[in-house]
């Protein structure tokens, strides 16, 4: 079963706070999630570490 994680990113458009869980079996990762407040596309890169933790960059989606 996966383990999900929160993590706190900044809206790349609105600049509004907000948390996004992320799997964090998965090693490295790249995907779209809409912003909960201005509904546009985020892209998120997910990586993990070997020690496991995450670091989570989000940028506009034409960045």
């Given amino acids: 079963m996966p383990s999900l994680t929160?993590?706190?990113?900044s809206c790349?458009?609105?600049?509004?706070?907000?948390?996004v869980l992320v799997d964090n079996s998965v090693s490295d990762q790249d995907y779209f999630?809409?912003?909960?407040?201005?509904?546009?596309?985020?892209?998120?890169?997910?990586s993990v570490d070997l020690d496991g933790d995450v670091a989570v960059s989000a940028r506009s989606e034409n960045e």
């Fill in 6 to 9: 929160e993590k706190s990113i």
């Fill in 12 to 19: 790349p458009y609105c600049g509004e706070d907000l948390y």
């Fill in 33 to 46: 999630e809409d912003c909960q407040v201005c509904c546009r596309p985020i892209a998120l890169t997910v």
